[in-house]
């Protein structure tokens, strides 16, 4: 602990100190509580995400194999993953929207019929594989900011009102101190002064 001045101007730092603490830290507690239950249910999506890209993903590989036996590409590209600005408890993440998607040109005729549904099942996962990364952008982003929330919560605590409390009662005590031993010096300069008054009288003509 620092070692701080003996002094009412300091007394009245710490104790200003001390309510601005006590003023901050509710509001700082309960920004982590609604951080903490923001969080629960992004990691919630986030894993139920997570389940549908793996199912669909199972789906899709006999798609793939086809396309991959048949020499045809891929018929569909990402191009955009398209968000927007969100807020939660003050965190800024993005929210997922959509995809924009590109479909190649395909010769209908050259093509098997099971190409368009291949597209689909592409354009599907390629969806939700975007949505779950933007899912987990925001897992990060709250779990960071939740971190720090609760650093400051456990700073003001565990060490600063803890702090100020001390120091006020260090203070207090001191110019406690000082000001009995300021009585006690004035009553003994005053009994000094009332045994001599008696003597200066005599000597007087």
């Known amino acids: 602990m620092a070692k701080v001045k003996l002094t009412k101007t300091e007394l009245k730092a710490q104790k200003d100190a001390l309510a601005r603490y006590r003023r901050f830290l509710p509001m700082l507690q309960l920004k982590k509580s609604q951080l903490q239950m923001e969080l629960g249910g992004m990691r919630a999506r986030e894993e139920d995400l997570a389940r549908r890209e793996e199912e669909l993903l199972e789906g899709v590989k006999p798609w793939i194999g ?35 998607l590109r ?8 093509t098997p019929e099971w190409v368009d549904d291949a597209a689909e099942a592409a354009s599907s996962l390629i969806g939700l594989r975007a949505e779950r990364e933007v899912a987990a952008e925001q897992v990060r982003l709250v779990a960071e900011e939740l971190r720090t929330t609760s650093q400051r919560v456990n700073l003001f605590e565990k ?15 001191a110019l406690g101190d000082e000001q009995t031993s300021s009585v ?16 200066t009288k005599e000597d007087e003509p």
Do not use: H
């Not at 086809?66 to 990402?78: C, F, I, N, S, Y």
């Not at 060490?159 to 005590?173: D, L």
């Not at 006690?184 to 045994?195: D, H, S, T, V, Y």
């Open 66 to 100: 086809l396309l991959a036996d048949a020499g045809v590409p891929v018929p569909v590209e990402l191009e955009r993953v398209r968000t927007r600005a969100g807020n939660i408890a003050g965190v800024e993440i993005p929210v997922y929207e959509g995809v924009d």
């Open 103 to 110: 479909r190649a040109e395909v010769d209908l005729f050259a």
């Open 159 to 173: 060490v600063k009102i803890p702090e100020c409390v001390e120091n006020i009662r260090v203070i207090n005590v």
């Open 184 to 199: 006690a010096r004035g009553k003994i300069a005053k009994g000094r002064q009332a045994r001599l008054a008696p003597d």
